[in-house]
């Protein structure tokens, strides 16, 4: 077996979807013949590591890539760190978007760069990199979609302050259940204090709540512990999901529950939706869709054959596009 890095590894961020990114990207990678041998957080010196201990390095974009965001330049650095000092590195599972032309040369140092959408391998390529579309990594979760009798419309959070408000008042307009798709950070077992300062703020934030605004409030306190519990509600409950995580977004095509997206901090719900063939279920007027949901309820939103056609093929194909990733990424590509 080849041993890996995961840089830009969020398994300890205490976000279900994040969660679920790194158990997949775990058996991808495994049935490829790569075992992850670390998790190493973006923040974590590179120059400090023996680097010689590992085969190959995985580094895992999400949400990071986009607006010349630190991240985005930390990820851009690592490449050609990486090459220099011999080890292949890889990118992949990424949004790219609104990125300076310093950024796309530092990222041409990868031997592969695999992003998430059509949009982010438009922009991607205008800046001169090679890059192949594989959609979220959550989207290749082989769970039976077995949903219950659910009647309830739950609204998931934003990561926008300001979103996350929107959606609040949506779901006290709708008398939605609210949820946030945050909860406590894990212990990491192999290196307890890691991650000991993100534990602490975030049992600061949560017992400081009460003090905040009601959603802000409900974004600390409304939440599930675990991603199963989490994903076992959204199946089991919800008729009609309304999310501003685009992670909730991916369950909710895993799980096949009725959705509408509410636009984040880039194009990635948009890009999944397009591509996909389902971008009817982009939220672009909401107070309409609010109304609408008052007026006629959840029903109105309920899939069609085509549409669900369109999500199961997207699924598959996002299963065998990752499969091949991963192979490719054993194979030195």
């Known amino acids: 077996m080849l041993r890996a890095a995961v840089m830009n590894a969020t398994h300890a961020a205490g976000h279900h979807g994040c ?4 158990r997949q990207l775990q058996e991808l990678a495994a049935e490829a013949g790569i075992t992850i041998t670390a998790w190493v957080p973006l923040s974590l010196p590179v120059r400090q590591r023996d680097w010689s201990k590992f085969d190959l390095v995985i580094v895992n974009g999400e949400g990071t890539l986009h607006h010349d965001r630190a991240g985005a330049k930390a990820i851009a650095q690592l490449a050609p760190f990486l090459a220099d000092v011999g080890v292949p590195a890889y990118l992949i599972n990424s949004v790219y978007q609104g990125n300076s032309p ?5 990222l041409k140092r990868f031997r592969g760069i695999w992003v998430r959408d ?5 922009e991607a390529k205008n800046h001169g990199l090679d890059v192949t579309i594989v959609p979220d990594l959550t989207l290749t979760w082989n769970v039976e979609a077995r949903r219950g009798f659910g009647k309830r419309i739950v609204v998931i959070d934003s990561v ?25 950070p894990p212990r990491i077992e192999t290196f307890p204090d890691r991650n000991f300062g993100s534990r602490c703020k975030y049992q600061w934030r949560r017992a400081s709540a009460w003090l905040r605004s009601p959603p802000q409030k ?26 501003g995580r685009f992670h909730a977004l991916c369950l909710a095509i895993v799980l096949e529950v009725p959705f509408l997206a509410w636009p984040s901090n880039t194009h990635k719900m948009e890009g999944l ?6 971008s009817n279920r982009i939220i672009s007027d909401r107070r309409s869709v609010a109304a609408k949901l008052g007026l006629e309820g959840m029903q109105s939103y309920a899939f069609s054959e085509n549409e669900l056609l369109n999500m ?5 194909n996002a299963r065998l596009g990752a499969e091949g990733m991963f192979k490719a990424i054993a194979s030195g590509c």
Request: aromatic fraction near 14%; glycine fraction near 4%; avoid cysteine.
């Open 312 to 316: 199961r093929a997207y699924k598959f």
């Open 218 to 243: 409900a974004r600390w306190r409304a939440q599930f512990p675990t991603f199963e519990t989490f994903a076992a509600y959204l199946s089991n409950e919800a008729g009609l999901i309304v999310s």
């Open 118 to 122: 059509s949009r982010s391998a438009s």
């Open 19 to 22: 969660t679920l990114v790194s």
């Open 273 to 278: 939706l397009e591509d996909a063939q389902l």
């Open 160 to 184: 926008d302050r300001d979103e996350t408000a929107g959606l609040y008042e949506v779901s006290k307009h709708l008398n939605a259940s609210f949820y946030s798709i945050m909860s406590r």
């Open 102 to 106: 310093s950024i796309a040369e530092g």
